[in-house]
Nanobody, 124 residues
Framework: QVQLQESGPGLVKPSQTLSLTCTVS??????????WSWLRQPPGKGLEWIGY???????YYKSSLKSRTSISRDTSKNQFTLQLSSVTPEDTAVYYC????????????????WGQGTQVTVSS
């Protein structure tokens, strides 16, 4: 019964910060043992895991994106947010938020509960 929905601007200019929010309903982002992930899929490419914020508030990011990535949460709104700075056209992708268990927390497989995805285009 958990539902997730991504929201945010669909167009971001190069060098700016991409900001997306995942709104969760039907379950709390603080419920133990769940991991709240951001993933993306560039056109013509496979899924890429970006990072997660765990139920505890701990964050973990893909190494190659760590310097540009920040995931935070607002527990009062049951939301978590992705910020990806210094974007380039290579960051153009469909961005997804998802709820996963520990075993799939960093997986690029489409396991767990997912939002519908939101297209983000980086272009001037």
């Amino acid at each position: 019964q958990v539902q997730l929905q991504e929201s945010g601007p669909g167009l971001v200019k190069p060098s700016q910060t991409l900001s997306l929010t995942c709104t969760v309903s039907g379950g709390s982002i603080t419920t133990k043992n769940w991991y709240w992930s951001w993933l993306r899929q560039p056109p013509g490419k496979g899924l890429e895991w970006i990072g997660y914020i765990a139920y505890s508030g701990n964050t973990y990011y893909k190494s190659s994106l760590k310097s540009r990535t920040s995931i935070s949460r607002d527990t009062s709104k049951n939301q978590f947010t992705l910020q990806l700075s210094s974007v380039t056209p290579e960051d153009t992708a469909v961005y997804y938020c998802a709820r996963r268990n520990f075993g799939s927390a960093t997986s690029t497989e489409r396991g767990g509960s997912w939002g519908q995805g939101t297209q983000v285009t980086v272009s001037s």
